[in-house]
């Protein structure tokens, strides 16, 4: 495999900090709080505010945060789920799934009380402080990402919808355009977000009650409960984001931390488990796709089976992330041929960032809406879209994902951590659906097998496999820098290919920080709208 050298990492000096995300000002929103004496967590706070404001058709405060941290001090870490459970008016298997609309927003948004929880814990600044920047952002304006422009054009007729919706996205960027003056993309010019500003300062003065149990909570059943979500005031009231061990596998001589279920980051231990034996530093190109995929077909048959709400399912966990489990598993990985693939389809848009600080401490996150936009439900009031996580439940009560009340549904949000000799050395994650498990070992062999930097790793051409909605096949789908004659290869052993444009969004948002010695390494993917700052 061959490097690509669109740009290098940026460096820093360990004793001060490095934060990326996928647009620039929520970034520097980030390093502004490590600057001013905050930790990893403060600075992480400060950026998922910011980013909910500049990217509000992937992240926001309608959605949910699944986070990592270490703790440099305890030298220790800990897992913070932030998804939302199901309304309790919810009936077993009763409720039809659908994929937009009020009918859709089904799940109690967690990433605020995520927030909350990681402050209270391990904050060190003031909590009012680090909301300050995305108040600034959303009442001073920000500039139009270009994949909020794409994103907006896509989904118009889904926005349109929604009153809230149009009101708050479709005329904020009708008038971007106007205020460039131009014909084509608005893409830089600065638009407001007045009514998230106002939330983002209730929350800021009251903290999170004034979410789950006042007015914020209240706005939104009052908007989304006619229109046909079953969210009650009770679902918000009860909510409370849970702190869970990690779980983990070694992989060449690191240990690699994931959330457990109800997320799918047991899929990444088990594709490190399966590939571990295989030299592949010298597998040809074509031997090297076919391999990752064949072992994400066999860790999304155990995903698919197992994974859901642990409250609902007993889940073999230890077992299926057990190097034993893997080399029972291997002999059905045929390095010659596709296997056949019978799964339902999973989508997802979502946001990944990742701040390491000066004093040892790192986090490692994700923030989603599920789909761009979510429901595609706005109250106007707020300002903010509420997500449609409750569209990947199955219909299928007896199905460990099964739709049922209170229940969280299986989430594909999956930070992650390599540690090494017990402190952090890779910090990364991507966003992108199920193309999350595929990614992170794509960058996990890339770093830790070939001995390429992060950048590289990040920039090198990807691959993603699986269904999209719509097709009754599932295909591997490849971006168009991957030469011919690896595509040829991959098509006689009988993959179905799907070719992308050679820097496809779709890919996802994929970011790293690489902790050394004395300095640190931060790589930012250049198919988002982001960065990588030091401080």
């Given at each position: 495999?061959?490097?690509?050298?669109?740009?290098?990492?940026?460096?820093?000096?360990?004793?001060?900090?490095?934060?990326?995300s996928?647009h620039?000002?929520?970034?520097k929103?980030?390093?502004s709080?490590?600057?001013?004496?905050?930790?990893?967590?403060?600075?992480?706070?400060?950026?998922?505010?910011?980013?909910?404001?500049?990217?509000?058709?992937?992240?926001?405060?309608?959605?949910d945060?699944?986070w990592?941290?270490?703790?440099?001090?305890?030298?220790?870490?800990?897992?913070?789920?932030?998804?939302g459970?199901?309304?309790?008016?919810?009936?077993?298997?009763?409720?039809?799934?659908?994929?937009?609309?009020a009918?859709?927003?089904?799940?109690?948004?967690?990433?605020?009380?995520?927030w909350?929880q990681?402050?209270?814990?391990?904050?060190?600044?003031?909590w009012?402080?680090?909301?300050?920047?995305a108040?600034?952002?959303?009442?001073?304006?920000?500039?139009?990402?270009?994949?909020?422009?794409?994103?907006?054009?896509?989904?118009?007729?889904?926005?349109?919808?929604?009153?809230?919706?149009?009101a708050?996205?479709?005329?904020?960027?009708s008038?971007a355009?106007?205020?460039?003056?131009?014909?084509?993309?608005?893409?830089?010019?600065?638009?407001?977000?007045?009514?998230?500003?106002?939330?983002?300062t209730?929350?800021?003065?009251?903290?999170t009650d004034?979410?789950?149990?006042?007015?914020?909570?209240?706005?939104i059943?009052?908007?989304?409960a006619?229109?046909?979500?079953?969210?009650?005031?009770?679902?918000?009231?009860?909510?409370?984001?849970?702190?869970?061990e990690?779980?983990?596998?070694?992989y060449?001589?690191?240990?690699?931390?994931?959330?457990?279920?109800?997320?799918?980051?047991l899929?990444?231990l088990?594709?490190?488990?399966?590939i571990?034996?295989?030299?592949?530093?010298?597998l040809?190109?074509a031997?090297?796709?076919?391999?990752m995929?064949?072992?994400?077909?066999?860790?999304?048959?155990?995903?698919?089976?197992?994974?859901?709400d642990?409250?609902?399912?007993n889940?073999?966990?230890?077992e299926?992330?057990?190097?034993?489990?893997?080399?029972?598993l291997?002999p059905?990985?045929?390095?010659?041929?596709?296997?056949?693939?019978?799964?339902?389809?999973?989508?997802?848009?979502?946001?990944?960032?990742?701040?390491?600080d000066?004093?040892?401490?790192?986090?490692?996150?994700?923030?989603?809406?599920?789909?761009?936009y979510?429901?595609?439900v706005?109250?106007?009031?707020?300002?903010?879209?509420?997500?449609?996580r409750?569209?990947?439940?199955s219909?299928?009560?007896?199905?460990?994902?099964?739709i049922?009340?209170?229940?969280?549904?299986l989430?594909?949000?999956?930070p992650?951590?390599a540690?090494?000799?017990?402190?952090?050395?890779?910090?990364?994650?991507?966003?992108?659906?199920?193309?999350q498990?595929?990614?992170?070992?794509a960058?996990?062999?890339?770093?830790?097998?070939?001995?390429?930097?992060?950048q590289?790793?990040?920039?090198l051409?990807?691959?993603?496999?699986?269904?999209?909605?719509?097709?009754?096949?599932?295909?591997?789908?490849?971006?168009?820098r991957?030469?011919?004659?690896?595509?040829?290869?991959?098509r006689?052993r009988?993959?179905?290919?799907?070719?992308?444009?050679?820097?496809?969004?779709?890919m996802?948002?994929a970011?790293?920080?690489?902790?050394?010695?004395?300095?640190?390494?931060?790589a930012?993917?250049?198919?988002?709208?982001?960065?990588?700052?030091?401080?």
């Amino acid at each position: 495999m061959v490097s690509d050298p669109i740009s290098k990492p940026v460096t820093a000096n360990r004793a001060a900090g490095m934060v990326v995300s996928p647009h620039t000002v929520a970034s520097k929103a980030g390093q502004s709080i490590l600057q001013q004496g905050g930790n990893a967590v403060d600075a992480a706070i400060a950026l998922c505010a910011a980013l909910s404001v500049t990217y509000p058709h992937m992240n926001g405060l309608g959605g949910d945060g699944l986070w990592l941290i270490y703790d440099g001090a305890a030298g220790s870490v800990h897992g913070l789920n932030g998804s939302g459970r199901s309304a309790a008016a919810l009936g077993h298997g009763s409720h039809q799934i659908v994929q937009r609309g009020a009918a859709a927003a089904i799940t109690v948004p967690g990433a605020v009380d995520a927030w909350w929880q990681a402050h209270q814990r391990f904050g060190q600044l003031p909590w009012t402080l680090l909301l300050e920047p995305a108040i600034a952002l959303a009442t001073n304006g920000y500039p139009l990402s270009s994949s909020q422009f794409r994103w907006t054009c896509k989904d118009r007729d889904l926005l349109a919808q929604d009153p809230g919706a149009a009101a708050t996205f479709l005329a904020t960027q009708s008038a971007a355009n106007r205020a460039d003056g131009k014909a084509g993309s608005p893409v830089g010019t600065v638009i407001k977000n007045p009514a998230l500003a106002r939330v983002l300062t209730i929350l800021a003065a009251d903290g999170t009650d004034a979410f789950y149990r006042g007015a914020i909570a209240q706005a939104i059943v009052d908007y989304a409960a006619p229109l046909g979500s079953p969210l009650g005031l009770e679902d918000f009231a009860q909510h409370q984001s849970e702190w869970v061990e990690p779980i983990t596998t070694t992989y060449r001589g690191h240990t690699v931390y994931e959330l457990p279920p109800n997320t799918q980051g047991l899929s990444v231990l088990q594709m490190l488990n399966l590939i571990e034996p295989y030299d592949i530093a010298n597998l040809e190109p074509a031997d090297y796709y076919h391999l990752m995929v064949e072992a994400t077909k066999l860790a999304f048959c155990d995903r698919d089976r197992w994974v859901g709400d642990p409250a609902f399912t007993n889940i073999p966990v230890q077992e299926l992330i057990a190097k034993p489990y893997a080399d029972q598993l291997r002999p059905r990985l045929n390095l010659q041929q596709a296997t056949a693939d019978h799964r339902s389809a999973m989508g997802g848009d979502t946001i990944y960032a990742a701040v390491v600080d000066g004093q040892g401490n790192a986090v490692s996150l994700l923030q989603s809406l599920y789909f761009d936009y979510g429901a595609c439900v706005v109250p106007p009031s707020l300002g903010f879209a509420l997500n449609n996580r409750g569209a990947i439940f199955s219909p299928d009560p007896h199905h460990a994902n099964g739709i049922a009340p209170n229940k969280r549904p299986l989430q594909t949000l999956i930070p992650a951590m390599a540690l090494r000799q017990g402190q952090p050395h890779l910090v990364f994650g991507t966003m992108g659906g199920e193309g999350q498990p595929q990614t992170q070992v794509a960058l996990l062999t890339r770093v830790l097998d070939l001995g390429l930097d992060i950048q590289t790793a990040i920039n090198l051409p990807r691959w993603r496999w699986g269904r999209t909605w719509g097709e009754s096949t599932a295909r591997l789908a490849l971006e168009g820098r991957i030469q011919p004659a690896v595509r040829n290869a991959l098509r006689q052993r009988g993959h179905q290919l799907q070719m992308e444009a050679d820097w496809c969004e779709a890919m996802g948002h994929a970011h790293m920080i690489q902790v050394l010695d004395d300095y640190l390494l931060g790589a930012c993917d250049p198919r988002s709208d982001g960065v990588a700052v030091g401080v």
